[in-house]
């Protein structure tokens, strides 16, 4: 077995990344996923690469909106009430993370960490191997209510102290701008700088790409567990029985990654976040720049032709049933907005869902586990995974290979 020999655990955005850095860095890499890596969460996104979303998930006021919601079917949040430790460890950690202070924080850490992942994905789309619909034409996001215009003209007001350049804009202004759409709504704030992608080109040419740099993929079984000695992990074990010999792990294993954890004895705190989306072929009339319908946290991003539409956080323990009533709330929403789009409720296969991997403090697991020291973890990107996805690959390169880190990454820090 070759020294620089290097495992990755998950060949979502976070595995496929990290992979591509790590390549870079001469590593002999070899990507285990449990699927064919032809779907999942890193594929069916909203694709926006977005430098505006530098507020974590875990926000003061943020509870009570959370509540408020559990009780409407059709709202954009549910957890699957149940008595589970981890689920209430990490509700109790969420609570605890709501506090201004820390939410001060890891604003700035977050916003350089989303424009340094922009770079890189345009550093991608300069590539001759890559075509995957990388555009900066911005983000929207768009408010019918005062309430929320208050909320979102805050939020600008932060951006533009960050060092963001948000417009904030009337009806007619934005109408301006979607010449092609009509919009029924208050106004909206503009964040120029963001980018967006389409997800499944992207995941496809990457995998394509590593694999002609010579990066293996082990695929079709799932990890089961491990065999360890001292403070190394020596051997992953495949649920057909195989054992892989190891002498680096990356583990990137997404919504799974404290499941997989646990097997050696290593706690984060992570929550499946379900979400919906469906993918309008060609639609005749399409908004051209990607928006977020704030009132009802619905994400509407032009990839090519075609028009994807995407919402819902649903914490239920990787159920994948689509949930009706919710996906009526994301496709009630968009006439509400956009009133030349009335969609048709597709059959419920037709729909896809995803699972973020979810922090309670709304940030990301990247490091070196405590207990291992050959086992480098990089998980729970939440909403943010594809956004941050390169900058996270990099970051993981870096980290194994000692070197000073691009950003800080104490807020990071896994087992935290
Ligand atoms: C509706 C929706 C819209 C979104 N929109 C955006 C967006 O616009 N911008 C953005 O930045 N993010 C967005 N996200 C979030 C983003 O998609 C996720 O954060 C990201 O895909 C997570 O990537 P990952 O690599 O960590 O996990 P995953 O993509 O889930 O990859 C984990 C991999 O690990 C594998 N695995 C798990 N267990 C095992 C095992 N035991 N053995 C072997 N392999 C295993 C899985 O098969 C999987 O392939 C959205 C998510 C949803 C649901």
């Not at 700035?108 to 992942?117: C, D, G, M, T």
């Not at 819902?312 to 009133?339: C, D, F, H, V, W």
């Amino acid at each position: 077995m070759k020294n620089n020999q290097i495992h990755i655990i998950g060949g979502g955005i976070i595995g496929l990344c990290s992979a591509w850095y790590l390549r870079q860095e001469g590593f002999d890499v070899t990507i285990i996923d449990k699927t064919d890596l032809s779907d999942g969460c890193s594929h069916g996104n909203a694709g926006m690469i977005v430098p505006s979303h530098f507020v974590p998930l875990a926000v003061p006021g943020v509870i009570s909106k959370g509540i408020r919601w559990m009780f409407n079917p059709k709202s954009p949040f549910y957890i699957k009430p149940r008595l589970n430790a981890d689920l209430m460890q990490w509700l109790w950690r969420f609570y605890q993370s709501c506090t201004l202070e820390k939410a001060e924080k890891s604003m700035p850490i977050l916003l350089n960490f989303n424009q340094w992942s922009l770079a890189l994905y345009e550093e991608f789309s300069k590539n001759k191997a890559f075509d995957f619909g990388f555009e900066k034409k911005g983000l929207l996001m768009l408010y019918k209510d005062k309430k929320a215009a208050a909320e979102e003209k805050e939020v600008a007001e932060k951006a533009h102290e960050l060092g963001l350049n948000p417009q904030i804009l009337s009806q007619s202004a934005v109408q301006a701008l979607e010449k092609n759409i009509d919009l029924d709504i208050l106004g909206g704030i503009y964040y120029q700088e963001d980018g967006h992608l389409y997800p499944n080109l992207f995941i496809k040419q990457l995998i394509e790409a590593l694999k002609k740099q010579g990066v293996s993929f082990l695929l079709g079984n799932a990890v089961t567990g491990f065999q360890t000695d001292k403070n190394k992990i020596t051997a992953i074990e495949l649920s057909n029985g195989q054992q892989v010999k190891t002498k680096k792990i990356v583990l990137a294993s997404g919504s799974w990654s404290a499941k997989i954890l646990k097997q050696l004895g290593v706690k984060i705190l992570l929550q499946d976040g379900k979400g919906y989306s469906i993918t309008l072929k060609n639609p005749r009339i399409k908004p051209s720049i990607p928006t977020i319908l704030t009132e009802a946290k619905v994400a509407v991003t032009p990839m090519g032709n075609d028009l994807r539409i995407g919402g819902t956080l649903e914490i239920s323990q990787l159920s994948p049933k689509i949930n009706a009533a919710r996906l009526a709330g994301i496709l009630e929403s968009m006439p509400k907005y956009y009133p030349q789009l009335k969609i048709k409720t597709p059959p419920l296969k037709e729909v896809w869902h995803g699972f973020r991997p979810c922090t309670p403090d709304g940030l990301p697991h990247i490091g070196k586990a405590k207990k291992y020291n050959n086992l480098t973890i990089a998980t729970g990107h939440a909403m943010m995974g594809m956004s941050l996805g390169a900058a996270t690959g990099k970051l993981v390169s870096e980290i194994i290979t000692d070197q000073k880190t691009t950003i800080s990454t104490d807020l990071f820090t896994p087992e935290r």
